[in-house]
């Protein structure tokens, strides 16, 4: 088997690069922001590695779990990072597409008493929750103590729908909500990882497009 060879880039090379695709006013943007993902799974794994590779400057990830064997159907770890934490994993993840990103990982459950402290410097929430009563505690929290932040959540990917039902509208200020906004794995259906990855790409998406001044907040 033959051997990867480490590539070694300077920050300047990856600006360039990212500005190149992206343009650079949008870089210098993305750079200066910083966006909290809460919860690691199918949708925050995925979500996080797009915004790093987008070229956000600081990521906040936020999980209490480690990864299985069974997370591996749809979430974006590998069988080797089995047993470590999402936070770990997720980082180490992020460090290989995305080395000059800031990642602070939180390894602990959200809740009342902890959202303020934690969630204090960021621009956005991407709320990524599997439990829907995390996903309802943590954008009330959000909506009634920071409301000058930005959410953005889902709601609605389970199932073997069309993923054209998968769709993004905006709440109320500040609030997004994407998903089909009916079919739960709480109903019983199944999760798959193609569908899921459609809803973490229309929240990827917007909070991007927040960070870019393109978004109604």
Same mark, same amino acid.
């Given at each position: 088997?033959?051997? #990867?060879?480490?590539?070694?880039?300077?920050?300047?090379?990856?600006? &360039?690069?990212?500005?190149?695709?992206? /343009?650079?006013?949008?870089?210098?943007?993305?750079?200066?922001?910083?966006? $909290?993902?809460?919860?690691?799974?199918?949708?925050?794994?995925?979500?996080?590695?797009?915004? &790093?590779?987008?070229?956000?400057?600081?990521?906040?990830?936020?999980?209490? @779990? !480690?990864? @299985?064997?069974?997370?591996?159907? !749809?979430?974006?770890? !590998?069988?080797?990072?089995?047993?470590?934490?999402?936070?770990?994993?997720?980082?180490?993840?992020?460090?290989?597409? &995305?080395?000059?990103?800031?990642?602070?990982?939180?390894?602990?459950?959200?809740?009342?008493?902890?959202?303020?402290?934690?969630?204090?410097?960021? @621009?956005?929430?991407?709320? &990524?929750? @599997?439990?829907?009563?995390?996903?309802?505690?943590?954008?009330?929290?959000?909506?009634?103590?920071?409301?000058?932040?930005?959410?953005? $959540? $889902?709601? /609605?990917? $389970?199932?073997?729908?069309?993923?054209?039902?998968?769709?993004?509208? !905006?709440?109320?200020?500040?609030?997004?909500?994407?998903?089909?906004?009916?079919?739960?794995?709480?109903? /019983?259906?199944?999760?798959?990882?193609?569908?899921?990855?459609?809803?973490?790409?229309?929240?990827?998406?917007?909070?991007?497009?927040?960070?870019? /001044?393109?978004?109604? #907040?």
């Amino acid at each position: 088997m033959s051997e #990867v060879a480490e590539v070694q880039i300077t920050r300047e090379q990856w600006l &360039a690069t990212l500005s190149q695709r992206q /343009g650079r006013a949008l870089v210098d943007k993305f750079q200066k922001a910083r966006v $909290a993902v809460c919860g690691l799974g199918g949708l925050g794994s995925h979500i996080a590695l797009t915004l &790093a590779r987008s070229g956000v400057g600081h990521l906040s990830l936020i999980d209490f @779990d !480690r990864v @299985d064997l069974s997370n591996i159907h !749809r979430q974006a770890y !590998r069988l080797t990072h089995i047993g470590s934490y999402k936070t770990t994993a997720l980082k180490e993840m992020v460090m290989e597409v &995305a080395p000059f990103c800031q990642v602070t990982t939180h390894n602990t459950v959200l809740c009342a008493k902890n959202i303020e402290t934690l969630l204090a410097e960021e @621009d956005v929430i991407c709320e &990524a929750f @599997d439990d829907p009563k995390a996903k309802a505690l943590l954008v009330q929290a959000v909506r009634e103590k920071m409301p000058e932040k930005m959410v953005i $959540a $889902a709601s /609605g990917m $389970a199932g073997w729908g069309s993923p054209n039902t998968i769709q993004s509208r !905006r709440v109320s200020q500040n609030f997004y909500l994407c998903g089909d906004e009916k079919s739960g794995i709480e109903s /019983g259906q199944s999760l798959n990882s193609a569908r899921v990855q459609v809803c973490g790409a229309h929240q990827a998406t917007l909070i991007l497009r927040c960070l870019a /001044g393109f978004l109604e #907040v």
